[in-house]
């Protein structure tokens, strides 16, 4: 059942991506063009996305759930350099390609040079973080 | 705007029935990260949540194939470099626009936060910067 309520999270995630905008790279990048035409787009996306999310967690903190390991309790306050490094690193990435990992995964249903080889390039990046990650997390 | 922030809303209610029914985070990289590694436990809901955005994708490109991309951004190897540095950093962050930026921020967390205040203002300065070299 777990399997099935995560299929279809990612389903409704995907099509909240392609209603707002989020799978162009055009306006990812011009998002990020805050010195030039900026984009707002994904400001609004933002602001759709996190007051549901908070609204939900707030309600079920630390409450078990019904197919899986109870709601967190506490939040991740951790600021270390692995932190500061990869997204600054994961910025400037997304300025590059205007794809970050969600929207790249998803565009693997319309398959084209561009959408297989940002796709490709990111897995090879996750799979290369594994050498400056601990093991056990 | 209006369905910039219906998306969004979309997208909030798709990680948070992911956490009130599951307990788990909707961050795409971590989940991508644990389907690459064959991660014991976890490896069956991961892979179903990146079969549902690949199938959520197909209703897409089936209704409005617009919504989703076609043509790149900028040339191969600027796609190619992204695409390493979103991966890599992603991971070494310990997470991504989903994971850090909805979930994180959702939680009140301030390591997503600042997460994606970092990611949100590499990028700008990148943009800014290539504009600069064009």
Same mark, same amino acid.
């Given at each position: #059942?777990?399997?099935?309520?995560?299929?279809?999270?990612?389903?409704?995630?995907?099509?909240? %991506?392609?209603?707002?905008? #989020?799978?162009?790279?055009?306006?990812?990048?011009?998002?990020? *063009?805050?010195?030039? &035409?900026? *984009?707002?787009? /994904?400001?609004?996306?933002?602001?759709?996305?996190? +007051?549901?999310?908070?609204?939900?967690?707030?309600?079920? @903190?630390?409450?078990?759930?019904?197919? =899986?390991?109870?709601? +967190? !309790?506490?939040?991740?306050?951790? /600021? *270390? $350099?692995?932190?500061? $490094?990869?997204?600054?690193?994961?910025?400037?990435?997304?300025?590059?390609?205007?794809?970050?990992?969600?929207?790249?995964?998803?565009?693997?249903? !319309? +398959?084209?040079?561009?959408?297989?080889?940002?796709?490709?390039?990111?897995?090879?990046?996750?799979?290369?973080?594994?050498?400056?990650?601990?093991?056990?997390? | #705007?209006?369905? !910039? /922030?219906?998306?969004?809303?979309?997208?909030?209610?798709?990680?948070?029935?992911?956490?009130?029914?599951?307990?788990?985070?909707?961050?795409?990289?971590?989940?991508? *990260?644990?389907?690459?590694? =064959?991660?014991?436990?976890?490896?069956?809901?991961?892979?179903?949540?990146?079969?549902?955005?690949?199938?959520?994708?197909?209703?897409?490109?089936?209704?409005?194939?617009?919504?989703?991309?076609? $043509?790149? +951004?900028?040339?191969?190897?600027?796609?190619? &470099?992204?695409? /390493? %540095?979103?991966?890599?950093?992603?991971?070494?962050?310990?997470?991504?626009?989903?994971?850090?930026?909805?979930?994180?921020?959702?939680?009140?967390?301030?390591?997503?936060?600042?997460?994606?205040?970092?990611?949100?203002?590499?990028?700008?300065?990148?943009?800014?910067?290539?504009? @600069?070299?064009?």
């Amino acid at each position: #059942m777990k399997v099935a309520v995560a299929f279809a999270c990612g389903v409704l995630f995907a099509v909240g %991506l392609g209603l707002s905008g #989020m799978l162009q790279p055009a306006k990812v990048l011009g998002f990020l *063009d805050f010195f030039g &035409a900026w *984009d707002p787009t /994904l400001l609004f996306v933002m602001c759709g996305a996190i +007051p549901v999310y908070l609204l939900a967690w707030a309600a079920r @903190r630390g409450r078990p759930t019904v197919w =899986g390991s109870p709601v +967190p !309790a506490r939040s991740n306050h951790v /600021l *270390d $350099a692995r932190l500061f $490094a990869g997204a600054s690193l994961f910025g400037v990435g997304w300025a590059f390609a205007g794809v970050c990992p969600g929207p790249a995964v998803t565009n693997l249903a !319309a +398959p084209s040079a561009f959408t297989l080889s940002v796709l490709a390039s990111i897995l090879a990046g996750v799979a290369l973080s594994s050498l400056v990650r601990p093991r056990a997390r | #705007m209006g369905a !910039a /922030l219906f998306g969004g809303a979309l997208i909030g209610l798709a990680a948070a029935g992911l956490l009130v029914l599951t307990g788990k985070t909707a961050g795409v990289s971590g989940i991508v *990260d644990g389907v690459l590694r =064959g991660e014991r436990g976890e490896w069956g809901w991961k892979a179903a949540f990146l079969l549902g955005l690949v199938s959520g994708g197909l209703l897409l490109a089936w209704r409005d194939p617009t919504a989703l991309a076609s $043509a790149a +951004p900028r040339t191969w190897p600027w796609v190619i &470099a992204g695409g /390493l %540095l979103v991966g890599f950093g992603a991971r070494l962050g310990g997470g991504c626009t989903s994971g850090h930026g909805v979930c994180g921020v959702g939680r009140g967390s301030l390591r997503g936060i600042v997460g994606t205040t970092l990611f949100i203002a590499s990028g700008a300065l990148t943009v800014l910067v290539l504009r @600069r070299l064009a």
